[in-house]
């Protein structure tokens, strides 16, 4: 039986310029996801207001719209992790991939 040997050795990437513009691509995805996301409460929202108080969909709809705001609190800690992980991937491809081969 033969055994397998993995090469777990960083591979740097030809061009920094591919790294940014897939950047710019998962700001972009983010962006709507977000935008969806804050139609999609508002329709809720708006769905809430239109029943009678006491339905099973005026319940239905609260119960979503109070769980929805328990995530709002921890909005900037996924923001301020998400820009932190962009700035570091920025400042490592920068050191990493900096060196030009002679």
Known sequence: ?????????????????AQLNSLV?????LTVAIIVFVLGLVLVQKLRDTQTSGTEAYVGANKSL???????????????????????????SSFSFGKRAR
């Open 1 to 17: 039986m033969q055994t397998q040997k993995y090469n777990f050795a960083i591979k740097p990437i030809g061009q920094k310029k």
């Open 25 to 29: 691509t998962n700001v972009v995805v």
């Open 66 to 92: 109070t769980g929805f705001d328990d995530l709002a609190d921890f909005i900037p800690m996924i923001v301020l992790a998400i820009a932190a992980a962009i700035v570091i991937g920025i400042v490592l």
